[in-house]
Each structure stands twice: as C-alpha cells, then as structure tokens.
C-alpha cells in the first residue's frame, strides 16, 4: 500500500515537472519587429534569405539588380565610400543601417541590414548556425550558394536588447 503511494505520488510529480518543462520551452521574447525594423525574421521569411531575398526591401540577390533598383524604392544613399574596385552605399531606413556593396560591374553582391533581433531569435527561426554555435557575436548559416551571417554589434539601436546586423553574400560560381 505504501508502495502504491510513492509510485502515485511519483507519477505525480513527474507529470507536473513536464507540465512546466514544456511551458517554458516556448517562451520566446520576439524583439524583431516591423515597427523598427528593415526585415522581420518570422517563421515566413526565414527561408528568404536563403533563397537571396530580403523581403520587404529591394535587396535580392536571387536576381540581377543595380544600384538603380534600390534608389527608385529608397532614393539616394546617405553615404557613398569608394574602394577602388568596390563601391559601398549606405542607407538610414527606419533608423537603421543598410549597406550594399557594388563590384566594378555594376553588380550588387554584399546586403548589410542592420536589426533589432537576440540570438535566441535568430536560433528560432533559421535553426542551429553551421558555425558560430557558441557563445559570440556571430552565427554563420551556409547554403549552396549563400552566405547568411548575423553580426552582434556593440551599440544599442532604437532601445533594442541585442543589435545585430545581418549580412547576406552570394558566393560566385566556381569554375
């Protein structure tokens, strides 16, 4: 009889402890939000960039686009730095920092998007980083042909948790 109680109040206890296990599993604080950002990382738009495109803003690398796309939906760059072969063209959308990088032929090929977003976020919604698992300021996904890498930054932008700023590179076909 004794026995038949430990075991009822054992079973107890365990269902209570996965009860609260599972709750706090998904407690996620989602920092990321259209309000003061560029691109939103959801469930929706994870899978853009690796497809090229960041959605929401006339980033794509998916396509061929200049320069020229980019100022018909945002106008003129803030800021223009020339490094010889590779021009970088800044931008202040929503109060945040977007960057493009241009070859010598004319082709946009490095995106920069600065976010309001925390690493458990960015785990979240792209899954576990081909590099960058540790504890750092970055995390690093791998596809065929992209690069997707999300850079903690050290200033606080728009009042956020954690800022970061995500990079999306198309690697060039090797020949």
């Not at 980033?59 to 106008?75: F, P, Q």
């Not at 730095?81 to 590779?86: C, F, G, P, S, T």
Request: with cysteine.
């Amino acid at each position: 009889m004794i026995l038949i109680r430990k075991f009822v109040k054992l079973c107890c206890f365990m269902a209570v402890f996965i009860v609260f296990a599972g709750c706090g599993r998904d407690s996620l604080t989602v920092t990321n939000t259209r309000d003061t950002n560029v691109f939103v990382l959801d469930e929706e738009l994870a899978a853009k960039p690796r497809e090229g495109v960041i959605l929401g803003t006339p980033l794509r690398r998916d396509e061929m686009i200049k320069l020229e796309d980019v100022i018909n939906v945002w106008g003129e760059p803030v800021q223009v730095y020339d490094h010889e072969d590779i021009q970088t063209y800044e931008y202040s959308v929503n109060g945040r920092r977007v960057l493009k990088n241009e070859d010598e032929t004319g082709l946009l090929y490095i995106f920069q998007v600065g976010m309001g977003i925390t690493r458990d976020e960015i785990i979240h919604y792209m899954g576990n980083p081909t590099e960058g698992n540790k504890p750092g300021k970055t995390l690093l996904y791998h596809d065929i042909d992209y690069r997707i890498t999300f850079r903690k930054k050290t200033e606080s932008v728009n009042g956020d948790m954690e800022t970061r700023e995500l990079i999306l590179f198309k690697a060039l076909p090797e020949y």
